[in-house]
């Protein structure tokens, strides 16, 4: 049976991957079934990138290396996350675009390709993981690897109008075509792609392209939620004792994830419904990330603004109506956390699929189910439609949405919880990762029929 080679931007260490998350959880599981290697970035900066770092977990060979600072700067920081990520979040007005860090952008890609070049087999099956890896193929095209290679980005892909306010749109998603298989998370992803190539791609040059929308193992999500629920309390012993309600988010601290519009839309609530007043507590769980970008530092700041202002609107000596908290937990403790939420609360401004929307539903108790916000910009909404589905830029929705779900009866909340479930156990990561090899082989066999 042919190995399987992820490539990706950060490579999960064997020692991290003992309790790894939902998705790094998925890539391992199709990397044990076949065995190979997983190859990319250890997370080091330094000088000396020569060697690469070699660590082995049964079947799985972990290959890494680090960048130069230059490398880092450019390529990461400067291109796929000053450029790329904002781009295809829609923040245009976040992007800095530079032809030199795009051209590190690249060298980047193509040093990856000449170190992993040597390390694979005739049919390894090569699987590259998201925007940082964009022109990869490309790069192991010009050094004749003929391998079946697929794509999946897991960001959304923005429509043609916003796609072409990067200055070498052409170039960069020409490369695309070097992929046997590009995927995607949503149908509208994979149309505003086919936009682009249509407009502005090479005749004949368009890649195959899918649909794989990502998912969780919901039972074993469910199982975990179960056996961590007592482990740590989301209220503490005076809030509990109000019988207060938890409204519950947990997001990557980024622009994309509709932070402020959220705090905001939460103050509205309790500008509008008194009632909720001491009966409710809203928790954000924000784990910083990409602290070197500066523009995290300024959401950071304005948040912490905006807590202070809530807090001291509305709280009391015994009411503390928002608690934003900056720390990382394990994922145990969050599954856990989920479970005790009446309100798990989901409203990036735009977002490829949001794993905690699915993650939140499948740690809900059948019995007793918390009532998911969703908004209707996460790929995540195509799927739970059963979510209260909302508007993130509209306040007026979002604590409408918020008032009714803290209000909404048993019975309803059983039943959109039971639509929810039918819904991951549709998509779960297996069937995302085996849907998108096996086409991966189909497109591959297509591809070299016509060659
Ligand atoms: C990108 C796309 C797409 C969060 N805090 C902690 C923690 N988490 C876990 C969550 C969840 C994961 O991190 C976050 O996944 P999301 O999907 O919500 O968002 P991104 O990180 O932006 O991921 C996204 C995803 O790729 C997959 O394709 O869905 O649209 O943007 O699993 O539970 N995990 C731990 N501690 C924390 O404090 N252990």
Request: charged share 20%.
């Amino acid at each position: 049976m042919s190995r399987l080679i992820i490539v990706s931007n950060r490579v999960m260490a064997p020692s991290a991957a003992a309790c790894p998350g939902g998705l790094a959880s998925g890539l391992l599981d199709a990397l044990h079934q076949v065995g190979g290697i997983w190859f990319g970035w250890n997370g080091k900066v330094d000088e000396s990138t020569a060697a690469l770092e070699r660590q082995h977990a049964g079947n799985i060979t972990f290959v890494t290396t680090s960048f130069t600072p230059r490398q880092y700067q450019q390529y990461y920081c400067r291109f796929a996350n000053g450029v790329l990520w904002p781009s295809f979040h829609y923040r245009t007005d976040l992007a800095h675009y530079d032809r030199q860090d795009y051209e590190g952008y690249r060298r980047v890609n193509e040093m990856l390709a000449l170190k992993l070049k040597p390390l694979l087999q005739d049919d390894d099956v090569l699987w590259v993981q998201d925007y940082h890896l964009i022109p990869f193929a490309t790069a192991c095209r010009q050094l004749g690897v003929h391998n079946r290679i697929g794509f999946f980005l897991h960001i959304p892909f923005p429509c043609v109008e916003v796609a072409r306010t990067i200055p070498m749109h052409q170039a960069l998603f020409g490369c695309l075509a070097d992929y046997d298989l590009v995927g995607f998370q949503t149908a509208s992803d994979q149309q505003a792609f086919l936009d682009h190539a249509r407009r502005f791609g090479s005749p004949g040059a368009t890649p195959t392209t899918g649909v794989y929308p990502i998912g969780i193992q919901p039972q074993a999500f469910t199982k975990m939620a179960e056996a961590h629920v007592a482990e740590r309390s989301l209220l503490n012993s005076a809030d509990r004792h109000h019988g207060r309600q938890a409204i519950l988010g947990i997001d990557r601290l980024d622009y994309s994830k509709g932070l402020h519009e959220r705090f905001q839309a939460y103050e509205q609530l309790l500008d509008r419904y008194p009632k909720h007043h001491r009966r409710v507590q809203f928790i954000q769980i924000a784990p910083i990330t990409r602290q070197d970008i500066d523009y995290y530092r300024h959401i950071h700041e304005r948040l912490n603004t905006l807590t202070g202002r809530i807090n001291g609107r509305f709280g009391d000596l015994d009411w503390l109506p928002l608690r934003y908290i900056n720390q990382g937990y394990t994922r145990d403790s969050l599954a856990g956390l989920m479970r005790q939420a009446r309100v798990g609360f989901v409203t990036p401004l735009r977002d490829g699929m949001n794993l905690v929307a699915k993650e939140y539903v499948a740690a809900q108790s059948e019995q007793d189910p918390g009532v998911l916000i969703l908004s209707s910009f996460a790929g995540a909404a195509h799927e739970l439609s059963a979510a209260l589905i909302v508007n993130p830029y509209d306040r007026s929705d979002v604590s409408a949405a918020l008032n009714r779900a803290l209000t909404m009866p048993l019975e309803e909340r059983q039943e959109r919880h039971r639509a929810m479930m039918v819904a991951l156990n549709r998509t779960t990561i297996d069937r995302w990762h085996s849907r998108f090899l096996s086409d991966l082989n189909i497109a591959h066999l297509a591809h070299a029929n016509m060659r």
